[in-house]
């Protein structure tokens, strides 16, 4: 078996501990995350609070384990709706060619018009602000990128000797698809589908920033920093904690997405290190 | 109504604050000698009007700019809430309250250079009060039958039914004076006969008035005077310290006060608004019909904790719709003492002993936002439970203030005394009350101030008892200014950031 490439070990740790923080969260956390304590707000770190306490009192460090789950789970049913719809549709154009190629390619234009942020935020106008929508605005956005990645790769491998061969003994359009086509792209979605975990845990981010993504009591990281923003002057840390769990999160699956790639992709093939 | 107007949050508040603060700053401390002459002054705004017309729109921020700088009404608010002479010199009433007679200033000129004559008085209120007026408190002028001109220097007004309130309602910004060659301009280029005439709008940016040479009355201190609009938080609190702006009204970041009042540089004032501050309820929406539970979410809210999340204390409690500076007030803040037991069997005695769910629909200000979020805690504590839904203030208007769909919602009520809304049947609490409304004519009848504020009590007493709404507190007036500044208004009796009588000290 190939070492593992440092960047998958990174990713993977990383990642690792932030399930670990989610699954913690779900048995403990240090104090309720929505334990209101105004008399207590605003204090530093320290024995009590490790991370202390926000504008309202309440546990940062509970709050940032609970927001853990928030952002997995939201990017894990964004990812798995692109997942669901994305890789079908991608199969499907790439074996159908022709029209139904052309249709399916035009929709996917047709969403990356928008950026995902912009459209997320259209979509939580009209249907209004909440976890539901943010979910199924970011899996729109990601069955559109998944689609193209699947359909592009299932092309090239359409043209691959195994497949003629497959067609000419009088195999099925379907069955080459799910035999021959899938597994050989699997590889590819799976790394883009890290990589789109990562951008949807920014963008729910974002969006709980704005206020239309996460709604109270319920903790997000981007509401933290939305409402550490007011105390950038007076109580800076408020503003690190949250920020610093994205970034980890962020860099970890992309570490991850990135060494998925490096470890799948035969050319990547190298002497073990990195 | 609430105050707000929507506009798009500055992505980049806070870097263009910086720079900005970095830009003026270094050119303004270069010369410091320069200080003790300066004319100007620059006044930070949150909120950017949509225009600059104070009769045609409700946004608030249109007569924080304009009202007694540049536009006059008959009469007008001073600084501590009186109803003084504007326009109109002096004026009589007569005996059975129907008749106002006004006397006009005689050297009173639009800033275009025409004279402000009973021709313009007469065009602004029948244009106020005209079927297709577009004026945002058009119930204000609905009481006049008539207007008429015996001379050019009088106006005389005749009333279909006493109003008490209307010589109050004559010094609003909406009722400010217009000349019919310019009313249809005034939006963008607005024309007045202040003390200040426009100078020009940087869209995004700044509107800049520059003194009137030819204003009849006592002439301001400041040649120059800049409302700049900063809606970032800390932006704002960024500009201040930067010297960028002078002085910052209706100040709403309370957490940054503490930084303020410590530093000699600055002066922090605390003052009142007419801004009540409830919890909205749908009176006509199952299971809020039901006084009990109004009771109870009366009871489940602890005033004292919201006050010092929302505001870092800088407010006070209310018990009912009326604020407590004004002649008239009754505390009513401990008919329902925080009690979560008390509204649990409340709420059990009303058929819902393991509580409800409803939908909490939140305009964008940070107080509306922040005491949502704690109001929706407290009623969880009684097993009341609260779905937040955050709404832009166009979503807001249209659905809960217009369209009366919603559960609950928090807002501040701006206008100064209107308690009066409460017998409006098609106001968006969907409260019907006759014997409220009874007392709304009754105090339509009389001119008396000592009876004026004791049927002012027996409405507030009736609110409070029916827990129409979830009375919270008073939003307050905070004003950060350079500590060289004098003459600022502390408190905010009327929408209006009157800089008339401001100077350097």
């Known amino acids: 078996m190939r070492r593992l490439p440092l960047s998958l070990w990174l990713g993977l740790t990383l990642v690792a501990l932030l399930l670990a923080v989610a699954l913690l969260s779900l048995v403990w956390t240090p104090f309720p995350a929505d334990k209101i304590r105004v008399v207590a707000r605003l204090r530093p770190p320290g024995a009590e609070h490790w991370l202390g306490t926000d504008h309202f009192g309440r546990d940062v460090l509970s709050m940032i384990m609970v927001g853990a789950r928030n952002s997995l789970s939201i990017g894990a049913m964004a990812v798995g709706l692109g997942l669901v719809f994305g890789v079908p549709l991608g199969l499907a154009a790439a074996a159908l060619g022709r029209w139904g190629d052309e249709i399916l390619a035009r929709l996917g234009d047709l969403v990356f018009a928008f950026p995902a942020v912009l459209s997320a935020i259209l979509l939580t106008a009209v249907l209004g602000a909440g976890a539901v929508n943010v979910v199924l605005a970011l899996g729109l956005f990601n069955a559109a990128v998944l689609a193209r990645v699947t359909r592009g790769a299932a092309q090239a491998v359409w043209r691959r000797e195994f497949v003629r061969a497959a067609l000419a003994l009088g195999r099925e359009p379907l069955s080459v698809t799910l035999v021959h086509v899938l597994p050989n792209v699997a590889g590819i979605v799976t790394v883009q589908a890290t990589v789109l975990f990562a951008v949807a845990i920014v963008n729910e981010a974002a969006l709980s920033y704005l206020g239309l993504g996460i709604q109270p009591p319920s903790p997000s990281w981007g509401k933290m920093l939305g409402d550490a923003q007011t105390h950038l002057f007076t109580a800076p840390l408020q503003a690190v904690f949250p920020g610093l769990a994205i970034a980890l999160s962020v860099l970890g699956l992309t570490l991850l997405g990135d060494g998925l790639r490096d470890w799948l992709d035969p050319r990547h093939r190298t002497s073990g290190i990195l | 109504m609430p105050n707000r107007k929507p506009r798009p949050a500055a992505a980049a508040g806070l870097a263009a604050g910086l720079l900005a603060a970095l830009a003026f700053g270094s050119a303004l401390g270069g010369a410091p000698a320069l200080a003790q002459t300066r004319a100007d002054v620059v006044v930070g705004m949150a909120l950017e009007p949509p225009h600059l017309d104070p009769t045609a729109g409700a946004a608030a921020a249109i007569k924080e700019v304009t009202y007694a700088n540049l ?78 001109t015996p001379d050019p220097g009088t106006v005389v007004v005749t009333l279909s039914r006493p109003d008490g309130l209307f010589l109050f309602h004559m010094a609003s910004g909406d009722a400010a004076i217009v000349a019919p060659e310019s009313a249809s301009t005034n939006k963008q280029k607005p024309v007045g006969t202040g003390p200040f005439k426009f100078d020009r709008w940087v869209a995004g940016d700044r509107v800049v008035l520059v003194r009137n040479p030819d204003y009849d009355g006592p002439k301001p201190a400041l040649e120059r005077v800049s409302f700049r609009f900063i809606s970032d938080p800390a932006a704002q609190v960024a500009a201040l310290k930067a010297g960028d702006v002078d002085a910052f009204t209706l100040f709403s970041t309370y957490e940054a006060l503490p930084e303020f009042r410590n530093d000699p540089k600055f002066t922090v004032t605390v003052g009142t608004t007419e801004g009540e501050t409830i919890l909205s309820t749908n009176n006509a929406r199952k299971p809020f019909d039901d006084v009990r539970v109004r009771r109870a979410m009366a009871h489940a809210i602890d005033r004292k904790t919201l006050i010092e999340g929302v505001l870092y204390g ?52 940070p107080y509306a936002r922040r005491g949502g979020e704690l109001v929706a805690a407290m009623l969880a504590e009684v097993g009341i439970r609260v779905k937040i839904e955050p709404m832009e203030w166009a979503a807001w208007l249209e659905k809960v203030f217009k369209g009366k769909d919603y559960d609950l919602s928090m807002i501040a009520h701006t206008e100064p005394l209107d308690i009066d809304v409460y017998g409006r049947a098609d106001y968006y609490f969907n409260y019907r009350n006759d014997r409220f409304k009874a007392l709304d004519e009754e105090l339509n009848r009389t001119q008396d101030p000592a009876k004026r504020n004791a049927l002012y009590g027996d409405q507030q007493r009736l609110l409070a008892e029916d827990a129409v709404n979830g009375f919270l507190f008073m939003l307050p007036s905070v004003t950060v200014q350079n500590a060289k500044l004098a003459g600022m208004w502390a408190n905010r009796p009327i929408q209006a950031n009157d800089v008339t009588g401001v100077s350097w000290k």
């Open chain 2, 71 to 148: 536009y006059e009404p008959l009469t007008r608010v001073d600084a501590e809430g009186n109803v003084v002479p504007a326009l109109a010199r002096t004026w009589t009433v007569s005996e059975d309250g129907l008749t106002y007679r006004f006397t006009l200033r005689s050297g009173a000129k639009f800033h275009d250079g025409s004279v402000c004559d009973s021709a313009d008085v007469k065009f602004s209120l029948d244009r106020a009060r005209a079927t297709d007026s577009v004026n945002a408190q058009k119930a204000y002028f609905a009481s006049i039958a008539a207007v008429e």
């Open chain 2, 314 to 365: 800088n407010g006070a409690a209310i018990g009912s719709h009326f604020p407590p500076h004004r002649a008239g007030y009754v505390d009513l803040t401990g008919l329902y003492p925080y009690d979560p037991a008390k509204a649990k069997a409340l709420l059990a005695e009303a058929g819902l002993p393991n509580g409800f769910d409803t939908t909490l629909r939140l305009p964008p200000p």
